[in-house]
Each structure stands twice: as structure tokens, then as C-alpha cells.
């Protein structure tokens, strides 16, 4: 009995020891297909790889605004009227002076013709009273009229001209109002607006069309505090258009304003596009990209090694065979290059190809191609 005892404590204790061992294979396992993972399985991963080079870079940015008519304004009514004909419509190319709508004319050549008419008749008084005061005069003179009678030829000659006078008013006022119902643009340029139909009764001030002169257009953009000494008036700027397959057009800065704008601190400049052949039209947005002065002796790496970690710019430097990321402190960011103030030498071995196979501690093998690019 005390030997099947024995017997048992025995196997308990072979079992335990069977355990510990299994998970100590199983731990050992784990670990190297981590290390594996981490390594490509004990492989090195082949890169492409060279140094940072120093040169000079002429640094370009980007900044974007909308590209607005120099000059648009609504055209309105100068006279009460309804429409009566509305000769333009959106989109229509219009000359300086062109009409654009006729409104009815029936009120104010009437009106017209009664200014003419008592116009005439303040002419016929005028001449009646002058010959009236002439002969008051010539009778005073040979001492047949009192000198009050004379006064009277006068006074009623002086008011005859003040009526005169009136009734040319009268019908200058009356003949511009008929002029007035051919509603004229006062500027050449693109009928941007048509606010109202015919028949819509028309009150003085009323707004009827807004005419844009595209010939010219400009953009403001917001120019950040140290970039400012970098531009100047009369300067020449590329216009990218995204709207338009990435259309180019050349642009004049044409003002920088003399204050900057808080907090911000960027200060407001007009770029200036010509635009005589009407290619493109107000309110699109275009992209300025100005070219700063060139920066020389300036460290360089491929904008292709550039790896983002935690919201940082990190590149893989090849240590000993040895992937080993870097934090970089960057500057100018172009289309296919990196400013580095801080992080790697001219004498580091960055990763620039390859970078999808290799983690923070992975094997490496700079491929000859790779070399020879170095």
C-alpha cells in the first residue's frame, strides 16, 4: 500500500515536470517567430538606400484664393417702368454702353410731349413780354408811361424767363427719363445676373443685371509673416487652376498690404491675372505658388523616405545591418525633396526604397542598385 503510494506521488511529480518543460518549448517557439516577424524570418530585407545630400533648394508654396472680376457692379433702373423688353441674358458678352433692357415708354413720352409743349408756350410768352417791356420802355423814354408802368414790363419779362427757364428744365428732365428706359451697361464685360423678366415693374434703384469685366481677375491670398520679404509688387506668380485639369497661368502681384492681419500675422497680397481671352471666369479657385529666394547648403533627403510615426517625419537609417528609425526635424517639404534641420548627417545611410518591408529592427541588405545610387 505505501509503495502504490509512492508510485503516485511519483507520477504527479514526472507530470509536473512534463508541463514546465512544454511551456518552456512553447515560450521559446513564440519568441522566435516574434523575432522572426520582426527580422523576415531571420532574412534581411533587401532596400534601396543612400545619403543625405546637401544643395540648393529654391523653396515654392502653395497658397490658395479665388479669382474674382477687378471690376463688377449691378446696373439699375434709373427711371420707374415696367420691362417691356430684356435684350441680354446670363453669360451674354456686352460692350460699354450696349443696352440691356427697354423698359415701356408710354408714360414718359407723354410726359416728354407736354414738356414741349409748355415749353413752347413759356417761348411765346417770353417773346410777347419782350416786346411788351420794349415798348414800355420807348414810351418811358418819350416820357408817355410812368416809371412805375416800366417796372411792371419788367417784372413780368423777368417772370416770363424764370418760366422759360423751368420748362427747358421740364423737358430735359422728361427727355432723360425716356433715355432712361434703355437701361445701358456702363462697362464692357460678361452678364454675370439677370435679375428680372419682362413685364416686372421696375422702381428707380432697382437692380436689373450684374455686369463683370473678366478681362482682368484677382486673387487675394494671405502671405505668412516670414515669407513677406521673400515677395514684392510687380512680382511674377504661377496660377494653378484644379478646376481646370490644373490649368497654368502666369500672375502679377500687383499689392502686398502694409499691415499684417492678427493673430494670424500674415499679410493680404492681390495677384493679378490677365484674362483677354475670356479662358476664365470669376469665382474659381486658383492655387499661387510663389518661389521664395534660394537656400543654400541645405541637408536633403527624398521626400520617398520619409516615414510618418505619431504624427512625426522618421526616416530608417541602416546601422550595422540594422533598420533604426530616426525622428527628423524638417524644414521646406517640395514635391520630391525635405529640408532636415535635425536627425541625420550627410554620413547616415537612409532607407529611400523598400520601406514596406522593414520595421524598427529589421534585418537589411542594401541592394547594388541601391549602392550604386549612393
Known sequence: MFKDKRMRILAIVMGVIVAIVAFRVGMNIVEKNAK??????GKSAVVTAGNPVRQTITPKYKFSGTLEPVWQADVAAKVDGRIEQVLVDEGDKVSAGQALVILEQTDTNANLMQARGSYIDAQATVEKAQHDYDRAKYLFEKGAI????????????????????NAEGSVAAADSKVGGTTVTTPRAGIVQKRYYQEGY????????????DISVLRAKIDVPEGFISSIAVGGRVECVIPSMDNLRVVGTITRISPVAVQPSRTFEAEVTVNNADGKLRGGIYADAILTALPKTNVLTVPLSAIVMRDDQRTVYVVE?????????????????IVEVLDGVTEQDVIITGGLNK?????KVKISERGAEEK
Open 201 to 212: 415693374y421696375a422702381k428707380v434703384g432697382t437692380a436689373l443685371f450684374n455686369i463683370a
Open 320 to 336: 550595422d545591418g540594422i533598420a533604426v528609425r530616426k525622428v527628423l526635424k524638417t524644414g521646406y517639404i517640395g514635391d520630391d
Open 146 to 165: 410812368s416809371e412805375e408802368e416800366l417796372e411792371h414790363a419788367q417784372f413780368a419779362l423777368d417772370n416770363a424767363l424764370g418760366k422759360l427757364a
Open 358 to 362: 522593414v520595421r524598427e529592427g529589421s
Open 36 to 41: 522572426a516577424k520582426n527580422s523576415g524570418g
